[in-house]
């Protein structure tokens, strides 16, 4: 079952209008989308999503509310030129809420998930043919070595990357838990007494597949340069990874310039044009961290363009 994550924080962030029109970046399976629809009236919901088994599950969800909504088929990173087509050049709210849905998590075939064996997938969207496999099989060990410490955090990226290379040298590694157990006996035993050893390479190998930090910057760029006066942006990040790129981008868009700082009245012309909305990130209450453990690890930030 999926829950969305920090839902009521969300709608009260995205203050939405009846007659607004709201992008869901990511609509997984519908749970952000459904009760941004059921506030709409007269306004429209545009909702982005690789993944034709959450577009077709989330479209059976959002019919049963109304039909002032449309499904997209494709990356976020693509946004921009989309809306373009249907002619949308300002909208008054987009969220992002990053990382892999629960759905996709449970589904030991999707191979997401380092706690059921599957084939090594991570795809996201599953008409593209690259997928973790490849990346496990046929990347050189520079490279392994390069997107386990970047893209997972891993302390022990080289023999990880070391351990992957002899063994597909034997046979071809192809599940999940193959690449566990390999994971595993290349750590030192401290390592495995922490969170689950696999975690971070896991982590890293999804990202890669996916391309899912090489696009959010420009995306949120995109999507910023779509907001329209006191529109405002929240996104939903679940590693720090992500969180720094959000956080720095935001803190540019809302920088006062240099010149002018400190300066009691500063004029107009060099005020940003958009304002934080929350210092710092949001993060799960008590009361949803026992209802959903996966909200841990989830920071919501939101932005508001004010000129």
Request: net charge negative; aromatic share 8%; hydrophobic share 40%.
């Amino acid at each position: 079952m999926h829950i969305s994550v920090l839902l009521e924080e969300v709608l009260e962030a995205l203050q939405i209008q009846e007659d607004g029109v709201y992008v869901d970046a990511t609509l997984g399976y519908g749970g952000h989308s459904s009760e941004i629809l059921k506030r709409i009236r007269g306004g429209h919901l545009f909702a982005f999503d690789q993944d034709r088994i959450a577009i077709d599950a989330a479209r059976k969800r959002l019919e049963k509310i109304s039909d002032s909504f449309t499904i997209i088929k494709n990356n976020f990173f693509n946004m921009k030129k989309e809306l373009d087509q249907r002619g949308i050049s300002k909208v008054q709210g987009i969220l992002f809420d990053l990382g892999v849905s629960s759905p996709q998590l449970d589904e030991a075939a999707r191979g997401f998930s380092y706690h059921q064996d599957a084939p090594l997938d991570m795809r996201m969207d599953l008409d593209q043919d690259f997928s973790a496999y490849n990346v496990v099989n046929e990347y050189r060990e520079e490279d392994l070595i390069r997107i386990l410490r970047d893209y997972g955090e891993e302390k022990f990226a080289k023999s990880i990357a070391r351990k992957i290379v002899l063994e597909r040298s034997k046979k071809p590694i192809e599940t999940t838990f193959e690449l566990v157990n390999i994971i595993k006996s290349s750590l030192p035993q401290k390592a495995m007494r922490e969170k689950h050893p696999a975690r971070r390479t896991f982590q890293a190998i999804r990202i890669e597949v996916n391309h899912e930090l090489e696009i959010l910057d420009s995306s949120l760029r995109d999507a910023l340069s779509l907001l329209d006066i006191h529109g405002r942006c929240a996104v939903i990040t679940f590693h720090s990874l992500e969180d720094k790129i959000v956080k720095n981008l935001f803190r540019e868009y809302t920088k006062i310039d240099e010149k002018v700082q400190g300066l009691p009245n500063i004029p107009e012309e060099y005020l940003p044009d958009f304002q934080l909305v929350y210092k710092k990130g949001i993060t799960a209450s008590e009361e949803e961290l026992l209802k959903n453990p996966r909200s841990r690890s989830a920071t919501l930030r939101v932005i508001e363009r004010i000129k």
